[in-house]
């Protein structure tokens, strides 16, 4: 796959992709519309963020691209590449058990904190795994 270019794009199934590691400098969109919420997304080599209507979503270390992110209330799921392995931070629903698998394979249930952060390892290194986020 290729990096989102145009940083931040919708997908013909309804989803969004965003987000290029392969930036040297920080790089950002704002007020991007996509049904009905507005998507702010900065990124370069060293971190990604997503938020929708100025909430956090998203967060990688080093930067990624993520591709397909599909999230309702109970369920997030994408595609994400990196140069490297990332620490990625999702925003799930607080105090709250979720189910992780990570390219079909079991990545172990985790809880949220009161804020309703979610926090796990993704390895990469040029390869995209296939995230899935499931609530218990």
Known sequence: MAVVKELIRTEEN????????????KS????????????????FHEITKLERNGMFVYESVPGTA???????????SFQVEGAEDAQITVEMEADTEYDITINGADAG????????????????????????????
Request: glycine share 10%.
């Open 109 to 136: 249930t985790m809880k949220t904190n009161l804020g309703g952060k979610l926090s796990f390892s993704a390895e990469l290194g040029d390869a995209v795994a296939e995230v899935k986020i499931k609530k218990c």
């Open 66 to 76: 993520v591709y397909n992110l599909l999230q309702d209330g109970s369920t997030m």
């Open 28 to 43: 950002k969109v704002s007020d991007f519309q996509h049904q009905g919420d507005v998507y702010k997304v900065k990124t």
């Open 14 to 25: 309804g989803s969004i992709s965003f987000g290029n590691y392969e930036l040297a400098q």
